[in-house]
């Protein structure tokens, strides 16, 4: 990339606004990623969604997450310091699917040269596909795979449900590992495809060894809808029977604190369809306990 940012990143230089400085998010960089160790990168995309007949509004995630965020947790918590975050701002979508992804692989890849662990929110869950593929290039072993979500996404036909498909078949995916499916919402032939090409539905908790090996990297995404609809009905597909905000927290500050986990995504948060501003707040949390869980591991309370 000749020049960084590219004229294609939206930068957000108007938040967190007038939020007083007790508040995590004026810690946040906007300016220059020098002393980062985080990159949050929002990528305001529904095209996915939309070509695959979800409820659209996904593309307004990023701003309703960043708004969520500048209201809600401490600049200085008890027992931890927040790891410093650099925040690049969002990608302009392209004209179409396959240049908005070509954007977003590029970009991961300059904030990866940076070394910096990035961070994305969406966003339509095929842009998880662009955002791994910048990791899978560069790392010399094949990449393992954990997320959290309703559904397998390992549809054949571009859109949000392809991303994992995608993942394995492009970039050599090894293995992938869900939490959280629901029966009801997954076909019989996606179940095949998924279990014929190393996929697990995972039974493994937060503080359990998570999959793989020490020198295995790892990237971990979370659907927001995995979420009970109760708790985020502001997703692009609601989930009647799903998560409560515990367990998603404890596995995204456990995702955190895994030192093998190369970027982390937060994806389908849609705001036309929340209320009052939950499901926002609650990716704010998702993120803030991921961030707690990098200080654990920059402290050396990481597995292993």
């Given at each position: 990339m000749s ?17 007083p ?42 701003m ?5 965020l ?28 396959q ?11 300059h904030?990866?040269a ?18 791994v593929?910048?990791?899978?290039r ?17 549809r054949?036909?571009?859109g ?12 050599g ?18 179940r ?9 539905e ?7 060894a ?60 849609s ?10 707040r ?23």
């Open positions: 020049s960084f940012p590219p004229d294609w990143i939206r930068q957000r230089w108007e938040w967190p606004g007038n939020e400085p007790i508040r995590f998010a004026d810690t946040v960089l906007r300016d220059a990623p020098e002393g980062c160790r985080v990159a949050l990168l929002g990528i305001p995309d529904d095209t996915g969604v939309r070509m695959n007949g979800g409820r659209p509004g996904a593309a307004e995630g990023p309703a997450f960043r708004s969520a500048a209201r809600y947790g401490t600049a200085d918590p008890e027992g931890w310091t927040w790891p410093r975050v650099y925040d690049i701002g969002d990608v302009v979508p392209g004209f179409n699917l240049e908005t992804h070509e954007r977003v692989t590029r970009v991961t890849d904030l990866l940076l070394g910096l662990l990035p961070v994305a929110v969406g966003g339509g869950h095929d842009l998880t596909f662009p955002f593929r910048a990791l899978a560069r790392i010399p072993t094949p990449l393992i795979g954990i997320y959290l979500d309703a559904h397998l996404d390992v054949r036909e571009p949000s449900g392809m991303p994992f498909r995608a993942l394995v078949e492009e970039c995916v090894a293995a992938l590992h869900v939490l959280g499916t629901a029966p009801m919402v997954n076909s019989a032939e996606h095949r495809w998924f279990r014929e090409h190393g996929g697990h995972a039974g493994f908790g937060p503080d359990d998570w999959p793989g090996e020490a020198d295995d990297v790892l990237f971990v995404s979370i659907d927001l809808d995995v979420m009970d609809q109760a708790y985020a009905p502001g997703v692009s597909a609601m989930n009647p029977a799903g998560w409560p905000p515990e367990r998603a927290i404890a596995h995204a500050q456990a995702a955190g604190r895994d030192p093998r986990v190369g970027c982390f995504d937060l994806m389908e948060l705001p036309p369809w929340d209320e009052h501003g939950r499901t926002a609650l990716a704010a949390r998702l993120f803030l306990a991921f961030l707690q869980g990098v200080a654990e591991r920059e402290n050396g309370s990481g597995p292993g």
